[in-house]
């Protein structure tokens, strides 16, 4: 049960204790305030109940216990405790029994003070000792300090033990209750980048024949909202932390695909995210020139750690120009223009007389998901620059063309099942032709003016067999996309780029295979997807296991997953948005809507999404036909 607003965090199992095992317990800005709080009640933890999130950044746990002897079978008390990010906790005791009771309460307390990344890692330092401080515990060590404080003060605090205790004298029918506040000294409540006035992400809503698209839009939108994070130097920027717990802090790749995919709740997470990346764009001389900055990450077995630098790069203005399609305001897109020419400028130098985008090492393979992304960033880097009135779209367009004609001879292995694009050529030219859910980037072209999606990289034959196989047993596990197909050497359900499915590559699955005209193989990837959200109580992690569907089956957690993740909450968005094909066009004043006309979950109604900077909602029947009920004014309906 993990509570996200961050810099706050709180995790523990669903009794709702926390007792210091694993990662249990409260976190401010990565370090745990407070390890240990376990709540007994006249001598005895509380049967637990249920456990339940309530939101992105609040718990619920209910406990029972018999505290009367006269009682009988039947609890007589309920123990309930909501339970915040930012730190706090109420606990509240409910009797039901005929009788007056007096119960004891008693809250063990204890923290390490140790940093997620030594917890992650096993080498957490023993719990600290504490001291009686104003009306709580506190404790101290060379990296900092927390303290707890509770409201009533305890009758009595036992600093040896980490003990906090009270006595109450509950009537029949009547309630008590205790709030903890746990926070570093010095500290005062903190307020979460989600908590300003005005939201970065309008408040859309879902409904429709299929009731978990409410849930699932409300669960996304409240999921980005807990992972907001605030550019300490300018406070107005906001961008999205990987994922939790193990990701809090920010991820260059995954922030811009997530801004990217959350388009239709406004411009604003889009504009701050590129804002503070274009200030850690490398500038002067040198190959790495205009680059976006960002770590390797492993590629599965078949490839060796790519760079998210790379993607980063290409994604910044691929980002920048659909955010204008969107209705990002003409002076913040002129305010980032020059990063998203530094960009380009980068690739045109990288590739020189090349077609290829090679890795950024030397002996490095050429990936086929990084031709993807290049030529995407090609194509919308001139759009853009041509309706910005700046040079370099003609040659950008130039070197996309033969790429594309490269690609599609070099890229692509014949087999005797109709052929496959090759994950990656090795230096020397010989294709790796094993099958993964990279290859889904391929249908991701991007969206030019005129509610026109770019060219792609497949020709239409190469195209339609790639959509056969991403939609065939082997990648479609029945809860979406496998990350490495069922049949290929070293696939694992559990591998994070060999098996799992990887929530972000489903979704762009998804919207490439519905663009392109396969509604059949899009369809069956979305209600996976969508079934595999409703057994994750519609928080969706970034990945599970690629086991496949059975009529009884659940999809699997994997241990090593964050949840909430910022890419796949923006993935509940898309996967939505997709159903209704929505092409803005804001410069030109138009939208066009390509729904998916086999309706694959039935009339669905999306409200409150942002297009121009006004509310957009629109009507998708149970026939695929779209009908308009909000727009902005002037906002013509495209052909």
Known sequence: MICVALPGLAISSEDGQMTGQGLEGFYRAGRRVLSRCQVRVAGREPLAVQARMTSADQARFVGALRASPHSGPDPDLVVERIRHADGTERITLHSAALRPLR?????????????????????????????????????????????VTADPPPADALASAGLLRWEFELSPGGSTSVELRVRPDGAGPFRAASRTATSPLAPARA?????????????????????????????????????????????????????????????????????????????????????????????GIHLPPGCTGTEATLLFPALLAEARRWGLPEAETEELLPAAERCLAWLRTTVGESAYL????????????????????????????????????????????????????????DDRGGGRPAAARAPDGTPLPYLGAAAAHLLDTGLLGGGEPAAGLLDKVQTEQLARLLGGPGMDSGWGLRGLGAKEAGYNPFGHRSGAVR??????????????????????????????????????????????????????????????????????????????????????????LRPMHSAPLGEIVLRGLRIAGAPFSVRISRLGLAMVEEAADGLQLGA
């Open 207 to 299: 409904s429709g024949d299929d009731p978990r698209v409410h849930a699932l839009l409300r669960t996304s939108v409240e999921d980005l909202h807990a992972l907001l994070l605030r550019d300490p130097a300018h406070p107005s920027d906001i961008q999205l932390a990987a994922g939790a717990p193990w990701r809090c802090g920010p991820a260059p790749a995954e922030a811009l695909a997530a801004a990217r995919m959350t388009l239709p709740l406004g411009t604003r997470l889009a504009a701050g995210t590129l804002r503070i990346l274009a200030r850690t764009q490398l500038r002067g001389a040198g190959p790495q020139s205009g680059m976006i900055p960002g770590p390797r990450r492993d590629a």
């Open 358 to 413: 090679c890795d950024p090492h030397p002996g490095g393979p050429v990936r086929c998901e990084t031709q993807a992304h290049a030529h995407r960033a090609a194509l919308l880097g001139a759009d853009l620059l041509d309706g910005c009135g700046r040079p370099g779209g003609a040659e950008l367009r130039q070197w996309a063309q033969l790429l594309r004609a490269e690609f599609r001879e070099d890229f692509w292995v």
């Open 503 to 592: 929530v972000h590559e489903t979704a762009l699955a998804v919207a490439g295979l519905a663009a392109a005209g396969y509604e059949k193989e899009a369809g069956s990837l979305l209600r996976g997807a969508l079934a595999a959200a409703e057994s994750f109580g519609h928080r969706l992690p970034e990945m599970y296991a690629g086991e496949q569907r059975t009529a009884a089956s659940a999809p699997l957690p994997h241990p090593a997953a964050c949840r909430p993740a910022a890419t796949a909450a923006a993935a509940g968005v898309l996967l939505l948005v997709t159903v209704a094909g929505i092409r803005p066009d804001a410069p030109a004043g138009t939208i066009t």
């Open 103 to 147: 119960v004891p309460l008693e809250v063990a307390l204890g923290t390490d003070l140790a940093d997620l990344g030594a917890i992650a890692s096993g080498t957490a330092g023993p719990e600290l000792s504490a001291s009686v401080h104003d009306s709580g515990l506190r404790w101290s060590c060379a990296t900092g300090n927390s303290s």
